[in-house]
């Protein structure tokens, strides 16, 4: 449990390491939907190991989940910085610009998360979604056939297929 990462935490020295155990007690304090513990223990992480990328990305996924987009975003951004084939940090921070409304932003934020992972169908979903929600539904539907390629099941690609269908009489 818990104690059994504050004794492996304090016995420790290396930074790298340390951020590792930091890390999974938040993960298991976020579990547990205690997202403010999580929280302060991702950032005693990132002060502890600011150069790991994932750090700041699994701050970012949480920050998205309290709410606080903008620190969600800048997170995703450092992560990208000290990682920039880091497809889902790219991913995460398209979702956070949807959050906000931000949907031009998304759609070229979840482009670039493409660019380097084309097979990441979490990314192409999101890019779909937010160039329906733009009404751009000819590059909605060619997002979403794109999906459908990599995953014939996919159920949400299918339905907003469906949507845009309707939406444009096809």
């Not at 016995?11 to 890390?23: C, F, I, N, Q, Y």
């Not at 390629?149 to 845009?164: N, P, R, T, Y």
Request: proline residues 3%; negative net charge.
């Amino acid at each position: 449990g818990i104690a059994a990462y504050d004794k492996a935490e304090a016995l420790l020295p290396e930074p790298g390491r340390k951020a590792d155990v930091l890390t999974e007690k938040a993960r298991m304090f976020a579990d547990k939907g205690d997202t403010r513990c999580a929280l302060d223990l991702l950032t005693r992480a990132r002060s502890v190991a600011a150069d790991d990328p994932d750090v700041h990305y699994n701050l970012g996924v949480l920050y998205v989940r309290v709410g606080q987009l903008d620190a969600a975003i800048a997170a995703f951004d450092a992560a990208v910085k000290l990682k920039p084939d880091h497809s889902n940090a790219l991913n995460n921070k398209g979702v956070a610009q949807e959050k906000q409304k931000k949907l031009d932003d998304a759609v070229k934020t979840f482009e670039q998360a493409l660019a380097i992972d084309a097979r990441n169908g979490f990314a192409r979903y999101n890019l779909g979604l937010s160039q329906f929600k733009l009404r751009k539904f000819p590059e909605a539907q060619a997002t979403f056939e794109k999906l459908l390629e990599q995953d014939a099941e996919h159920a949400d690609a299918k339905f907003f297929l469906g949507e845009i269908y309707y939406q444009t009489g096809d």
